[in-house]
């Protein structure tokens, strides 16, 4: 298990932009383990593994329908866990998924199954700052960074006490509402980029509406890096191939290094 937040500081230390691709655990049904390790290879610096949820709250309408053509087939999240197990992507793996899921599971059993499928963070974006107490404090004991949700219509108060409870990054929200592709970049990404970067000196990584390698070279010219979801789905369910889908992840990573 690679600590997320020494990775992704020692990235940003040698003046790299962070890069994180999403995989929706179950899709593509047989190929989607593989995307793990092509990613990494393509350039990624961590990925976010989501686990499907039958109401994801936060996902919009590509990652709902890859989530459900997942579910349909029989993804379970021990199944997403015990495949990711088996990847060697040499980067952090972030687990991404609802509160319901760890709630229903135990907040111990939780955390440690993500160490022991590898992982090394949490993203419960339905579970409020207010109430992660109990499950932030048993994924520091167990080593999973609880990755923290920064809201653009958030007051500086508020971010402040999210940067301090966030572990392994702090996750900016780029715009107001689901997530999915954007023809361009909102400008509530760059204001919420600025904020975060003069409130907390961890990772300040910016998702939601980065949609290909111009908007996340932007975004990046304020952010440490980018979270990068629907744009990858979205090529696979209109037929493209794992293979496609790891080239765009490729040349996302050729537009951050441009900055």
Not at 45 to 70: H, L, W
Not at 193 to 204: F, G, I, Q
Not at 240 to 254: K, P, Q
Request: with cysteine; aromatic share 6%; charged share 20%.
């Amino acid at each position: 298990m690679i600590s997320l937040e020494e990775h992704l500081l020692e990235l940003r230390a040698s003046g790299r932009k962070l890069l994180l691709p999403y995989v929706t655990g179950g899709y593509p049904v047989d190929e989607w383990p593989r995307l793990i390790e092509g990613f990494a290879s393509a350039g990624a610096d961590a990925m976010e593994i989501g686990i499907p949820f039958s109401d994801p709250v936060m996902d919009g309408p590509t990652i709902q329908e890859a989530s459900s053509i997942a579910l349909a087939n029989g993804s379970n999240p021990q199944m997403v866990l015990d495949a990711v197990s088996g990847a060697d992507p040499g980067v952090p793996l972030v687990a991404m998924t609802y509160y319901n899921l760890c709630y229903r599971m135990g907040h111990k059993r939780f955390a440690s199954s993500l160490v022991k499928a590898g992982m090394s963070g949490a993203i419960l974006p339905d579970l409020p700052l207010e109430e992660a107490g109990e499950w932030a404090t048993e994924a520091d004991e167990a080593g999973i960074a609880t990755v923290m949700l920064a809201a653009p219509t958030a007051d500086d108060a508020r971010l402040e006490k999210v940067c301090e409870r966030a572990r392994g990054f702090v996750y900016g929200v780029g715009l107001v509402g689901i997530t999915g592709e954007r023809a361009e970049l909102s400008k509530s990404a760059l204001s919420i980029a600025k904020r975060l970067k003069n409130l907390t000196d961890k990772p300040v990584i910016i998702g939601i509406g980065i949609s290909n390698p111009e908007q996340a070279a932007e975004v990046c010219e304020v952010a440490d890096g980018v979270v990068v979801a629907s744009a990858i789905i979205r090529r696979m369910l209109d037929g493209g191939s794992t293979d496609e889908a790891i080239e765009f992840v490729a040349a996302l990573r050729a537009g951050l290094d441009s900055v």
